[in-house]
Protein backbone atom coordinates (compact mmCIF):
# COMPACT_ATOMS: atom_id res chain seq x y z
CA UNK A 1 0.00 0.00 0.00
CA UNK A 2 1.65 3.43 -0.61
CA UNK A 3 1.64 6.05 2.05
CA UNK A 4 -0.36 8.86 1.60
CA UNK A 5 2.79 11.20 1.90
CA UNK A 6 4.61 9.10 -0.52
CA UNK A 7 1.81 9.41 -2.92
CA UNK A 8 1.76 13.45 -2.66
CA UNK A 9 5.51 13.38 -3.44
CA UNK A 10 4.75 11.39 -6.31
CA UNK A 11 1.76 13.16 -7.32
CA UNK A 12 4.52 16.60 -7.30
CA UNK A 13 7.06 14.83 -8.98
CA UNK A 14 4.58 14.02 -12.12
CA UNK A 15 3.91 17.84 -12.16
CA UNK A 16 6.84 18.99 -12.24
CA UNK A 17 8.09 16.66 -14.69
CA UNK A 18 4.93 17.97 -16.78
CA UNK A 19 6.23 21.77 -16.20
CA UNK A 20 9.75 21.22 -17.36
CA UNK A 21 8.05 19.45 -21.00
CA UNK A 22 5.83 22.15 -20.78
CA UNK A 23 9.03 24.77 -21.07
CA UNK A 24 10.08 23.03 -23.78
CA UNK A 25 6.96 22.88 -25.87
CA UNK A 26 6.84 26.58 -25.34
CA UNK A 27 10.06 26.75 -26.92
CA UNK A 28 9.36 24.32 -29.50
CA UNK A 29 6.37 26.17 -30.81
CA UNK A 30 7.62 29.45 -30.96
CA UNK A 31 6.26 31.12 -27.51
CA UNK A 32 8.71 31.59 -25.83
CA UNK A 33 12.46 32.09 -26.95
CA UNK A 34 15.54 32.85 -24.36
CA UNK A 35 12.63 34.65 -22.42
CA UNK A 36 9.47 34.00 -20.68
CA UNK A 37 8.31 31.33 -18.19
CA UNK A 38 5.58 29.04 -17.63
CA UNK A 39 4.59 28.19 -13.95
CA UNK A 40 1.97 25.32 -11.92
CA UNK A 41 0.07 26.30 -9.31
CA UNK A 42 0.69 23.42 -6.40
CA UNK A 43 -1.88 20.52 -6.29
CA UNK A 44 -1.85 20.44 -2.46
CA UNK A 45 -0.84 24.05 -1.03
CA UNK A 46 -3.50 26.89 -3.31
CA UNK A 47 -0.65 29.53 -2.54
CA UNK A 48 2.44 27.90 -3.73
CA UNK A 49 3.43 27.22 -7.30
CA UNK A 50 6.04 25.66 -9.25
CA UNK A 51 8.49 27.80 -11.44
CA UNK A 52 11.98 27.85 -13.06
CA UNK A 53 14.90 29.63 -11.77
CA UNK A 54 16.14 32.32 -13.93
CA UNK A 55 16.96 30.93 -17.58
CA UNK A 56 16.17 29.85 -20.93
CA UNK A 57 12.87 27.75 -21.10
CA UNK A 58 14.06 25.02 -23.33
CA UNK A 59 17.35 24.37 -21.26
CA UNK A 60 15.01 23.86 -18.06
CA UNK A 61 15.60 20.29 -16.23
CA UNK A 62 13.57 19.28 -13.29
CA UNK A 63 16.08 20.47 -10.92
CA UNK A 64 15.85 24.06 -12.06
CA UNK A 65 12.20 23.63 -10.78
CA UNK A 66 11.52 26.10 -7.48
CA UNK A 67 8.57 26.46 -4.92
CA UNK A 68 7.47 29.67 -4.27
CA UNK A 69 4.90 31.09 -1.96
CA UNK A 70 2.13 34.01 -3.33
CA UNK A 71 4.53 37.12 -2.51
CA UNK A 72 6.84 36.09 -5.08
CA UNK A 73 9.56 34.34 -2.54
CA UNK A 74 11.28 31.01 -2.56
CA UNK A 75 10.13 29.03 -0.28
CA UNK A 76 13.50 27.28 0.25
CA UNK A 77 16.14 30.22 -0.94
CA UNK A 78 19.20 28.42 -2.12
CA UNK A 79 21.21 31.54 -3.85
CA UNK A 80 19.60 30.83 -7.40
CA UNK A 81 18.33 33.60 -9.57
CA UNK A 82 14.74 34.03 -10.07
CA UNK A 83 12.68 35.09 -12.46
CA UNK A 84 12.45 39.49 -12.37
CA UNK A 85 8.79 38.85 -13.69
CA UNK A 86 7.68 36.22 -11.48
CA UNK A 87 5.11 38.39 -9.94
CA UNK A 88 2.84 37.79 -12.99
CA UNK A 89 2.87 34.37 -11.48
CA UNK A 90 2.11 35.14 -7.93
CA UNK A 91 -0.14 37.99 -8.09
CA UNK A 92 -2.62 36.26 -10.55
CA UNK A 93 -2.47 33.12 -8.38
CA UNK A 94 -3.60 35.09 -5.55
CA UNK A 95 -6.24 37.10 -7.80
CA UNK A 96 -7.48 34.21 -9.79
CA UNK A 97 -8.53 30.61 -7.19
CA UNK A 98 -9.72 28.83 -10.44
CA UNK A 99 -6.14 29.51 -12.05
CA UNK A 100 -3.75 26.80 -12.05
CA UNK A 101 -0.94 27.90 -14.70
CA UNK A 102 0.33 30.60 -16.03
CA UNK A 103 2.42 31.47 -18.91
CA UNK A 104 4.49 34.63 -19.99
CA UNK A 105 5.88 35.42 -23.25
CA UNK A 106 7.30 37.88 -25.70
CA UNK A 107 5.94 35.82 -29.01
CA UNK A 108 6.08 38.06 -31.41
CA UNK A 109 2.99 37.78 -33.74
CA UNK A 110 1.07 38.64 -29.99
CA UNK A 111 3.19 42.44 -30.00
CA UNK A 112 1.19 44.22 -32.48
CA UNK A 113 -2.22 43.55 -30.61
CA UNK A 114 -1.29 44.95 -27.54
CA UNK A 115 -0.01 48.56 -28.94
CA UNK A 116 -2.59 49.56 -31.50
CA UNK A 117 -5.97 51.23 -30.00
CA UNK A 118 -8.98 49.26 -31.48
CA UNK A 119 -7.12 46.59 -32.74
CA UNK A 120 -8.33 43.71 -30.15
CA UNK A 121 -6.70 40.45 -30.59
CA UNK A 122 -10.40 38.52 -30.99
CA UNK A 123 -11.30 35.09 -31.80
CA UNK A 124 -10.54 34.42 -35.62
CA UNK A 125 -10.81 30.84 -35.44
CA UNK A 126 -12.17 28.27 -33.57
CA UNK A 127 -8.99 26.81 -32.34
CA UNK A 128 -8.63 30.91 -30.65
CA UNK A 129 -12.44 30.72 -29.17
CA UNK A 130 -10.90 31.01 -25.66
CA UNK A 131 -10.07 34.69 -26.74
CA UNK A 132 -13.77 35.77 -27.28
CA UNK A 133 -14.10 39.25 -28.57
CA UNK A 134 -10.81 40.87 -27.57
CA UNK A 135 -8.07 40.07 -24.96
CA UNK A 136 -7.68 42.79 -22.47
CA UNK A 137 -4.64 44.93 -22.89
CA UNK A 138 -2.61 45.92 -19.68
CA UNK A 139 -1.10 49.38 -19.71
CA UNK A 140 1.88 49.67 -17.47
CA UNK A 141 1.59 53.52 -17.72
CA UNK A 142 -1.71 53.51 -16.01
CA UNK A 143 -0.13 51.85 -13.17
CA UNK A 144 3.46 52.91 -12.76
CA UNK A 145 3.63 55.87 -15.02
CA UNK A 146 6.12 57.21 -17.37
CA UNK A 147 10.14 55.37 -17.73
CA UNK A 148 9.69 51.68 -16.42
CA UNK A 149 11.27 49.12 -18.47
CA UNK A 150 7.52 47.57 -18.98
CA UNK A 151 8.33 44.57 -16.59
CA UNK A 152 6.24 43.52 -13.85
CA UNK A 153 8.97 43.65 -11.53
CA UNK A 154 7.21 43.96 -8.07
CA UNK A 155 3.98 43.00 -6.07
CA UNK A 156 2.02 46.18 -7.05
CA UNK A 157 2.40 45.54 -10.69
CA UNK A 158 1.71 42.05 -10.59
CA UNK A 159 -1.68 43.16 -8.91
CA UNK A 160 -2.18 45.67 -11.81
CA UNK A 161 -1.58 43.10 -14.20
CA UNK A 162 -4.04 40.42 -12.92
CA UNK A 163 -5.80 43.35 -12.20
CA UNK A 164 -6.32 43.91 -16.46
CA UNK A 165 -7.03 40.13 -17.12
CA UNK A 166 -9.74 39.57 -14.48
CA UNK A 167 -11.96 36.56 -15.91
CA UNK A 168 -9.98 36.15 -19.27
CA UNK A 169 -7.48 33.59 -20.57
CA UNK A 170 -5.04 36.00 -21.60
CA UNK A 171 -4.20 39.40 -21.48
CA UNK A 172 -1.89 41.54 -23.61
CA UNK A 173 0.81 43.45 -22.25
CA UNK A 174 1.42 46.24 -24.09
CA UNK A 175 5.01 46.61 -25.25
CA UNK A 176 6.08 44.07 -24.15
CA UNK A 177 3.97 40.55 -24.72
CA UNK A 178 1.04 38.79 -23.29
CA UNK A 179 0.18 36.31 -20.29
CA UNK A 180 -2.42 33.47 -20.56
CA UNK A 181 -3.92 31.39 -17.57
CA UNK A 182 -5.29 28.03 -17.51
CA UNK A 183 -7.45 25.58 -15.32
CA UNK A 184 -4.69 22.86 -16.18
CA UNK A 185 -1.18 23.53 -16.99
CA UNK A 186 -1.98 21.66 -20.22
CA UNK A 187 -5.27 24.07 -21.08
CA UNK A 188 -2.74 27.42 -20.32
CA UNK A 189 0.20 25.99 -23.07
CA UNK A 190 -2.55 25.50 -25.47
CA UNK A 191 -4.00 28.86 -25.25
CA UNK A 192 0.02 30.35 -25.36
CA UNK A 193 0.30 28.67 -28.78
CA UNK A 194 -3.16 29.47 -30.29
CA UNK A 195 -2.60 33.12 -28.67
CA UNK A 196 0.25 33.54 -30.95
CA UNK A 197 -1.11 31.87 -33.96
CA UNK A 198 -4.58 33.90 -34.00
CA UNK A 199 -2.90 36.86 -33.49
CA UNK A 200 -0.59 35.57 -36.96
CA UNK A 201 -4.16 34.96 -38.66
CA UNK A 202 -5.61 37.72 -37.37
CA UNK A 203 -3.13 40.71 -38.82
CA UNK A 204 -3.04 38.08 -41.98
CA UNK A 205 -6.36 39.01 -42.84
CA UNK A 206 -6.76 42.21 -41.73
CA UNK A 207 -4.67 43.32 -44.52
CA UNK A 208 -7.19 41.73 -46.88
CA UNK A 209 -9.86 43.47 -45.60
CA UNK A 210 -12.29 43.38 -42.98
CA UNK A 211 -12.86 40.12 -41.07
CA UNK A 212 -15.64 37.98 -39.71
CA UNK A 213 -14.38 37.15 -36.20
CA UNK A 214 -16.59 34.43 -34.04
CA UNK A 215 -19.39 35.44 -32.21
CA UNK A 216 -19.03 35.52 -28.36
CA UNK A 217 -21.76 32.48 -28.53
CA UNK A 218 -19.47 30.47 -31.59
CA UNK A 219 -16.25 31.72 -29.49
CA UNK A 220 -17.64 29.75 -26.18
CA UNK A 221 -18.92 27.03 -27.68
CA UNK A 222 -15.39 26.23 -29.50
CA UNK A 223 -13.37 26.87 -26.77
CA UNK A 224 -15.75 24.11 -24.90
CA UNK A 225 -14.84 21.92 -27.56
CA UNK A 226 -11.25 22.57 -27.87
CA UNK A 227 -10.70 21.86 -24.16
CA UNK A 228 -11.77 18.54 -24.64
CA UNK A 229 -9.29 18.42 -27.08
CA UNK A 230 -5.88 19.80 -25.69
CA UNK A 231 -3.93 16.08 -24.99
CA UNK A 232 -4.10 15.33 -28.72
CA UNK A 233 -1.96 18.86 -29.30
CA UNK A 234 -0.16 18.09 -25.67
CA UNK A 235 0.87 14.49 -27.27
CA UNK A 236 2.23 15.59 -29.97
CA UNK A 237 4.12 18.96 -29.43
CA UNK A 238 5.78 16.76 -26.48
CA UNK A 239 6.97 13.87 -29.09
CA UNK A 240 8.47 16.93 -31.09
CA UNK A 241 9.42 18.72 -28.12
CA UNK A 242 11.56 15.38 -27.03
CA UNK A 243 12.66 15.00 -30.50
CA UNK A 244 14.70 17.85 -30.61
CA UNK A 245 18.58 17.07 -31.09
CA UNK A 246 18.81 19.82 -28.39
CA UNK A 247 16.89 18.06 -25.41
CA UNK A 248 19.00 15.92 -23.22
CA UNK A 249 16.75 12.39 -23.41
CA UNK A 250 18.55 10.62 -20.56
CA UNK A 251 15.96 13.08 -18.59
CA UNK A 252 12.96 11.29 -20.08
CA UNK A 253 14.02 7.51 -19.56
CA UNK A 254 12.29 7.14 -16.59
CA UNK A 255 8.63 7.17 -18.19
MN1 LIG B 1 8.39 39.64 -19.94
Not at 45 to 62: G, Y
Not at 84 to 110: G, M, N, Q
Not at 123 to 151: K, N, Q, Y
Not at 214 to 233: G, K, S, Y
Request: hydrophobic share 45%; net charge neutral.
Amino acid sequence: MIDSAEARRTNIALLIDELVDANHILFHQNVVDGFGHVSARHPERADRFFLSRSMAPALVRSADILEFDLDGAVAEPDGRAVYLERFIHSEIYRARPDVAAVVHSHSASVIPFGVVRNAPLRAISHMCGFLGEGAPVFEIRDAAGDGTDLLIRNRALGAALAKSLQGAAAVLMRGHGATMVGTSLRQAVFRAVYTETGARLQAEALRLGPVTFLTAAEAAAAAQTNDAQINRAWDLWRVQARAHAGTPQKDYLRE
